[in-house]
């Protein structure tokens, strides 16, 4: 079955410099989610959008920006970098199901890990 | 608050054993989700079972199942028979409302090791 698809897999850039982190939903999803896991942390969410809308927001820099295309796929753009973005940045996707929103289950991208130097 | 509560850093079990990894959640909200996700060291989340908080009975999957306790916000997950490459961090996570997009809030993992 198809997953979903981050690219890149791998990113090293310098200290103020940016970056485009890419995200190509399950086939069908209409909704994409961004999380950022630091080494050793639990992922934290960022933002998500459904039907190519923001629906939840959460401790996204301003730096940070993202949005869903579309085709649903989802792009996060990050500017200005710090050593501290550098990170497992996950995407998942979901679509509503019959048990409802709260049941939407969340299939995790591989990640793409982010190297700021 | 924390929402999501793992309280063992590290599990370590033998093979073929069954192990219990322990989450207690904190919701006001009628209607949540309770989710385990199994991270590897390879990096990549899996999503391994899912509780919601009308269900009746309690979830399984396979070699997992959930004991999910209403009354005492918890949301263990069992795995039977562990094999070796059940070593992993395991992560609990919660879904609070109706929305779509609602984000996962995650516990602070749990490190599973298996020993041959």
């Known amino acids: 079955a198809a997953g979903v698809i981050q690219s890149p897999r791998h990113l090293i850039k310098e200290k103020r410099e940016t970056a485009t982190l890419k995200c190509y939903p399950i086939?069908?999803?209409?909704?994409v989610y961004w999380y950022q896991q630091g080494p050793g942390q639990d992922p934290q969410f960022l933002i998500s959008?459904?039907?190519?809308?923001?629906?939840d927001k959460g401790s996204i820099p301003d730096r940070f920006s993202a949005q869903q295309f579309s085709d649903y796929h989802s792009e996060l753009n990050m500017s200005s970098l710090e050593l501290g973005d550098s990170a497992l940045y996950f995407c998942?996707?979901?679509?509503?199901?019959?048990?409802?929103?709260?049941?939407?289950?969340?299939?995790f991208g591989a990640g793409t890990r982010l190297s700021v130097l | 608050a924390q929402k999501i509560t793992q309280t063992q850093p590290g599990m370590f079990v033998q093979e073929k054993e069954a192990v219990t990894l322990d989450c207690t959640y904190d919701?006001?909200?009628?209607?949540?989700?309770l989710f385990w996700y199994k991270q590897p060291s390879s990096g990549e989340m899996i999503f391994l079972i899912y509780?919601?908080?009308?269900?009746?009975q309690n979830a399984t999957e396979g070699r997992y199942s959930l004991n999910f306790q209403k009354a005492r916000k918890s949301a263990n997950l069992v795995i039977s028979a562990s094999q070796l490459g059940d070593s992993a961090m395991y992560f609990c996570?919660?879904?609070?409302?109706?929305?779509?997009?609602?984000?996962?809030?995650f516990g602070e993992g749990t490190q599973l090791t298996v020993n041959p």
């Open positions: 086939p069908r999803h209409d909704t």
């Open positions: 998942a996707s979901s679509t509503r199901t019959s048990g409802g929103a709260a049941k939407n289950i969340q299939y």
């Open positions: 919701t006001s909200d009628p209607s949540y989700g």
């Open positions: 996570a919660m879904r609070e409302g109706g929305t779509s997009g609602s984000r996962l809030t």
């Open positions: 509780q919601g908080s009308y269900d009746q």
């Open positions: 959008f459904y039907e190519k809308m923001q629906s």
